[in-house]
């Protein structure tokens, strides 16, 4: 079959997203020997025993029809509990809390609740790979607001304005920031808060790395006030908890939006996965302690990495949380992309080029140190060779 006719079979939205840019890269990596990946987002621990056990026993006790559309009741009050002394949110489990598929369903699931066609989103960029194309799939048009190393890779409520029309509906934060790491404190979130407030905007607030904040306490977007009703609070048990294969996140929203959101939820995946789910119940339960070490292991090698890129000549800021380190490789003279393919070719080190990540990521890589020590102090020497030939 040509490929006109095959075009002429798929919808024009789906033709006009681009794939994601971070794929070539791994499968690159995955038809090579002696990688050392910093690309993958994903924790190096494994999920504690005592979650998997959880799952496990839920399994043996045949715990294995489907649960509530909205998610084990049991668990919905102990993500609002969690919520609740964790970050000061105050969310009704019965009806402002659904457990989705993973974080990425959650923004999923809310944008397409909100948006009809051609209304805008602002996202502030760098952003994860995935938000633009899920604004595009659910009808809307995303719009960029670029952040800089110059500020931290943090955006101002200034900027934000900048970018609003008639048009605006919503505004999509992550924050600590896949790839940048960037955090925002409650002054700068504030600022933001009343100028969605001033223009009626929601606001997606991806908090999946809120408990990797290494020098400050996380601010959740929807305890400002009066954010509460007008953000959609996405988060989850992939990173913090280690649980990236187990494909649990959640969403707190107010009643009219959490409805919304659980009729697609219903019609697309009717629940999340009922064994998951019984290990993320055990993960909130007993999981602060897990969590407190994990942190610590990755704020050292955070600083390993932030301190060793500064000495073989890349400027990184240092990231205040998530587990991104995101240098500048533009006195190189090549582009994000030339370089990430030079380094996995010459030096078998795979990191992800910053331009996936939008125009503003556009000079950088991003490098993933949920990985061992040794591998990363194996990934600095080799990054060392390879800059030192290109100069």
Same mark, same amino acid.
């Given at each position: 079959?040509?490929?006109?006719?095959?075009?002429?079979?798929?919808?024009?939205?789906?033709?006009?997203?681009?794939?994601?840019?971070?794929?070539?890269?791994?499968?690159?990596?995955? +038809?090579?020997?002696?990688?050392?990946?910093?690309?993958?987002?994903?924790?190096?621990?494994?999920?504690?025993?005592?979650?998997?056990?959880?799952?496990?026993? #839920?399994?043996?006790?045949?715990? $294995?029809?489907?649960?509530?559309? *909205?998610?084990?009741?049991?668990? &919905?009050?102990?993500?609002?509990?969690? /919520?609740?002394?964790?970050?000061?949110?105050?969310?009704?489990?019965?009806?402002? @809390?659904?457990?989705? @598929?993973?974080?990425?369903?959650?923004?999923?699931?809310?944008?397409?609740?909100?948006?009809?066609?051609?209304?805008?989103?602002?996202?502030?960029?760098?952003?994860?790979?995935?938000? !633009?194309?899920?604004?595009?799939?659910?009808?809307?048009?995303?719009? #960029?607001?670029?952040?800089?190393?110059?500020?931290?890779? +943090?955006?101002?409520?200034?900027?934000?304005?900048?970018?609003?029309?008639?048009?605006?509906?919503?505004?999509?934060?992550?924050?600590?920031?896949?790839?940048?790491?960037? $955090?925002?404190?409650?002054?700068?979130?504030?600022?933001?808060?009343?100028?969605?407030?001033?223009?009626?905007?929601?606001?997606? #607030?991806?908090?999946?790395?809120?408990?990797?904040?290494?020098?400050?306490?996380?601010?959740?977007?929807?305890?400002?006030?009066?954010?509460?009703? =007008?953000?959609?609070?996405? #988060?989850?048990?992939?990173?913090?908890?280690?649980?990236?294969?187990? &494909?649990?996140?959640?969403?707190?929203?107010?009643?009219?939006?959490?409805?919304? /959101?659980? +009729?697609?939820?219903?019609?697309?995946?009717?629940?999340?996965?009922?064994?998951?789910?019984?290990?993320?119940?055990?993960?909130?339960?007993?999981?602060?302690?897990?969590?407190? =070490?994990?942190?610590?292991?990755?704020?050292?090698?955070?600083?390993?990495?932030?301190?060793?890129?500064?000495?073989?000549?890349?400027?990184?800021?240092?990231?205040?949380?998530?587990?991104?380190?995101?240098?500048? !490789?533009?006195?190189?003279?090549?582009?994000?992309?030339?370089?990430?393919?030079?380094?996995?070719?010459?030096? =078998?080190? *795979?990191?992800?080029?910053?331009?996936?990540?939008?125009?503003?990521?556009?000079?950088?890589?991003?490098?993933?140190?949920? $990985?061992? /020590?040794?591998?990363?102090?194996?990934?600095?020497?080799?990054?060392?060779?390879?800059?030192?030939?290109?100069?």
């Amino acid at each position: 079959m040509t490929q006109t006719k095959l075009n002429t079979r798929l919808s024009k939205r789906v033709q006009e997203i681009k794939p994601s840019g971070i794929r070539r890269f791994f499968d690159l990596a995955s +038809k090579m020997d002696n990688i050392i990946s910093l690309g993958v987002g994903e924790p190096d621990f494994v999920t504690p025993w005592n979650v998997r056990e959880a799952s496990i026993s #839920s399994l043996e006790r045949g715990f $294995t029809a489907y649960s509530a559309n *909205a998610g084990l009741f049991e668990l &919905r009050k102990e993500i609002s509990n969690y /919520m609740s002394n964790r970050f000061s949110v105050n969310y009704d489990p019965e009806t402002e @809390v659904l457990v989705t @598929v993973g974080a990425s369903e959650a923004i999923d699931i809310g944008m397409r609740a909100i948006l009809d066609e051609g209304d805008e989103v602002i996202i502030v960029e760098p952003s994860f790979v995935s938000y !633009v194309p899920l604004v595009q799939m659910a009808g809307g048009v995303a719009v #960029s607001v670029g952040t800089s190393n110059e500020n931290q890779f +943090k955006v101002s409520a200034k900027q934000i304005e900048a970018a609003i029309t008639p048009r605006t509906k919503a505004l999509m934060l992550c924050f600590p920031n896949n790839p940048t790491g960037a $955090t925002m404190n409650g002054k700068e979130m504030q600022e933001i808060a009343d100028l969605a407030e001033c223009h009626d905007l929601l606001v997606f #607030s991806d908090e999946i790395y809120a408990e990797l904040s290494y020098d400050e306490k996380h601010v959740s977007f929807a305890s400002l006030p009066n954010m509460k009703d =007008r953000t959609i609070l996405i #988060s989850g048990f992939s990173k913090a908890f280690a649980m990236t294969g187990w &494909r649990l996140g959640f969403v707190m929203a107010s009643p009219d939006l959490l409805a919304a /959101m659980l +009729k697609l939820h219903q019609y697309s995946l009717m629940c999340a996965p009922t064994m998951a789910q019984y290990g993320a119940l055990e993960a909130l339960k007993s999981g602060m302690d897990d969590i407190e =070490r994990m942190k610590q292991s990755y704020k050292q090698r955070r600083n390993f990495v932030v301190k060793s890129f500064g000495e073989i000549g890349l400027p990184c800021h240092t990231p205040g949380g998530a587990f991104y380190a995101f240098p500048s !490789v533009e006195k190189t003279g090549l582009t994000s992309e030339q370089f990430a393919e030079k380094l996995l070719l010459e030096e =078998r080190i *795979a990191v992800v080029p910053g331009y996936v990540f939008g125009e503003g990521g556009e000079g950088h890589i991003r490098c993933s140190y949920a $990985t061992s /020590m040794d591998n990363l102090e194996q990934s600095v020497e080799r990054i060392d060779r390879f800059l030192r030939k290109l100069m």
